[in-house]
């Protein structure tokens, strides 16, 4: 059974920066677009920041400039850099990964992510 391990979250002063982790595990396929997504109360869970297998990135307008993802090939790691944070960033953050040659979705449990003073 895939498992998604996701760590980092945690309060974080506006300006602040903050680092999270997926490490993916029980994968018998190999995995294409690693992504983080992430959901704040009353709103749908968006796209925040996606790399393919080729390391192709994308972000959401909202965190161009300022969040920053990457991933460990070896270890089956996908990380998402957070700087120059705002409140409006205060969510839950799910990392997400799809296979490469195949349908399917995995998520992780979420973590929490709040930016206040």
């Known amino acids: 059974q895939v498992q998604l391990v996701e760590s980092g979250g945690g309060l974080v002063q506006p300006g602040g920066s903050l680092r999270l982790s997926c490490a993916a595990s029980r994968t018998p396929f190999s995995i294409g677009v690693m992504a983080w997504y992430r959901q704040a109360p009353g709103n749908q869970r968006e796209l925040v920041a996606a790399?393919?297998?080729?390391?192709?990135?994308n972000y959401a307008d909202s965190v161009k400039g300022r969040f920053t993802i990457s991933r460990d090939y070896v270890k089956n790691t996908v990380y998402l850099q957070m700087s120059s944070m705002k409140p409006e960033d205060t969510a839950v953050y799910y990392c997400?990964?799809?296979?490469?040659?195949?349908?399917?979705?995995?998520w992780g449990q979420g973590t929490q992510v709040t930016v206040s003073s």
């Open positions: 790399i393919s297998g080729g390391g192709t990135t």
């Open positions: 997400a990964i799809f296979p490469q040659m195949r349908a399917g979705e995995y």
